[in-house]
């Protein structure tokens, strides 16, 4: 008997839940959610629908003109992208048939008739993994990923998905009781490398983030999570597979974004509010002279629209965890047209480079940054249509401050990051290369010799620093209360009156700094929420 009871305890744990603010966290941070909804409509049926006859699941995707999904339109007063799909569906069967893209996220609900009613190689989640509770049933607890997979790939009639053709290999990275961590979405980043081939992946959807606010990556070296996930998201591009990742909703008028976004192989999306034209209020963002390439890539709309809720009926949405699902989608078509043409896919450069030369440039009145809006009639445009044509490499939309940045001297906030890889780092924001630098925007001066001093106060909260290095332009530190990670040779530490911590700089050499980073200069949990 409590075998039985203990069973039904758990079965009923996996229904899927009615979206719902602070519903779901992420080692403790909430998770970008649909809006508040309505009871859910327990025990409605779901009616199976003829479900058209599409390119053959997990084969090579067959180059067409055409595509089953031609008559589905996107509803009436959605955003211009939903609008450019259902176009191209219908003039030139781009609808993402056969190709899938990964949701890592909280499961999706496979029993739903716009994805597909069914789980496995014959459905549209024909995959997947419940890294949660370590098992192959991936069916979601919570809504939200079930709502940015419809976003992906709904068949529904009067609600498709940017790509209805595609397949969703569902992801789960939360647990029954809604938990998660790094690890998991390390695995599931490295299960993608492992399977992507199997189920025919070309892109991962990340709607998640640690609702932080981070201009460096600063876990690309800490020998744990952060490592893991920002060196699969780097193997993964070299495999022609983007990472798309939510910028995150925890926006206060600070430049920066989330874990894993801030990664710098990652397509990061912040969100745009169609009704203004300009981003969210509360969607963040980072231009490239604060950040260089670990800057927001593309700008998507992240309202205006609705996407599955409870039991297959459609709320409307808000945040950026349902921006970056436009993107995804938006990428699968892309990639479904250069593949006719070439036969493989288009390089990760290719499609950010796309995304942004078609992008409309808006400027952000808060931050003084321009970040492209998507544009996906453009970018299809800008994809090669035969053997021999230009194919754009550099955006000529720069994700960079319309008018100068203050150099008056301030005192900085360094944050803890969330978006570099393994490889060398880019190089320098310096205005003069011998004489100034640049840490988290503030500039910083240095003597003939290049050595130099500027003073921090407590930085992070109660995180105190005790050596920090300007390395190409960036900032490198490690926490005081470290006593495993050796001194970094350059950085010299002085205690103030006041309490603050003056520290010595002097402009580095790539490499230089790289035997420290290998030490843990992060220690401790990381929470994360998009």
Same mark, same amino acid.
């Given at each position: ?142 809504? +939200? @990923?079930?709502? $940015?997979?419809?976003? &992906? =790939?709904?068949?529904? #009639?009067? *609600? ?5 053709? !595609? ?57 744990? +999570? @952060?490592?893991? $996930?920002?060196?699969? &998201? =780097?193997?993964?591009? #070299?495999? *022609? ?5 939510? !910028? ?283």
């Amino acid at each position: 008997m409590f075998l039985i009871d203990f069973l039904r305890r758990r079965k009923k744990s996996r229904r899927p839940q009615a979206p719902r603010l602070n519903c779901v966290e992420l080692e403790g941070r909430q998770l970008l959610t649909t809006v508040a909804a309505p009871s859910p409509r327990h025990g409605a049926a779901l009616v199976e629908r003829a479900r058209p006859v599409k390119t053959p699941r997990l084969g090579t995707p067959t180059p067409t003109q055409t595509s089953p999904y031609a008559n589905l339109k996107a509803p009436a007063g959605t955003p211009k992208v939903f609008q450019d799909a259902a176009t191209v569906r219908a003039t030139q069967g781009l609808d993402g048939s056969g190709f899938a893209v990964a949701v890592i996220d909280t499961g999706v609900d496979y029993n739903i008739d716009a994805l597909g009613h069914g789980f496995g190689t014959d459905h549209k989640v024909i995959a997947g993994y419940d890294f949660g509770m370590k098992d192959a049933d991936p069916m979601a607890t919570w809504n +939200h @990923g079930t709502a $940015v997979s419809s976003v &992906i =790939a709904s068949e529904d #009639a009067s *609600n498709p998905g940017i790509a209805p053709g !595609a397949d969703i290999v569902a992801l789960r990275v939360f647990d029954d009781g809604g938990n998660s961590t790094f690890a998991r979405i390390a695995d599931a980043l490295e299960w993608v490398a492992a399977n992507h081939d199997k189920y025919k992946i070309s892109v991962v959807n990340i709607s998640l983030s640690d609702s932080m606010n981070y201009t460096l990556n600063w876990f690309q070296y800490d020998t744990s +999570h @952060g490592q893991r $996930v920002t060196d699969a &998201i =780097a193997k993964l591009k #070299a495999l *022609n597979i983007p990472v798309v990742s939510a !910028a995150g909703n925890s926006f206060k008028g600070r430049e920066g974004m989330g874990f894993t976004a801030i990664v710098k192989d990652t397509i990061s999306v912040t969100g745009v509010d169609p009704s203004t034209g300009q981003l969210a209020s509360n969607a963040q963002r980072l231009g490239s002279t604060t950040a260089g390439e670990n800057a927001t890539d593309i700008a998507a709309p992240s309202s205006g629209f609705r996407a599955i809720s409870a039991n297959g009926s459609y709320d409307s949405v808000e945040g950026t965890s349902f921006a970056a699902p436009v993107v995804s989608g938006s990428i699968v078509l892309m990639q479904q047209k250069y593949f006719r043409e070439f036969g493989t896919l288009p390089s990760v450069s290719q499609i950010d480079s796309w995304l942004k030369q078609g992008g409309n440039a808006t400027t952000d009145p808060v931050t003084n940054l321009k970040i492209p809006q998507i544009d996906l009639a453009a970018s299809l445009a800008l994809v090669p249509s035969k053997p021999g044509s230009n194919v754009v490499t550099t955006p000529t939309v720069p994700v960079t401050p319309a008018t100068p940045a203050p150099t008056t001297p301030q005192t900085p906030v360094v944050s803890v990051p969330g978006n570099a890889n393994s490889q060398a780092p880019e190089t320098p924001v310096v205005t003069q290369p011998t004489k100034t630098v640049r840490i988290n925007g503030v500039n910083v001066n240095l003597a003939a010799n290049g050595s130099g001093g500027m003073t921090l106060d407590s930085l992070q909260g109660t995180v105190k620093w005790n050596n920090v290095q300007v390395w190409t332009g960036e900032a490198v530190a490690r926490r005081s209360n470290d006593s495993t990670a050796q001194p970094i040779p350059t950085g010299n530490l002085q205690k103030t009156a006041q309490g603050t911590k003056a520290m010595a700089v002097r402009a580095g050499r790539p490499g230089q700094i790289a035997s420290a980073l290998r030490r843990n200069l992060f220690k401790g949990s990381r929470r994360l929420g998009a």
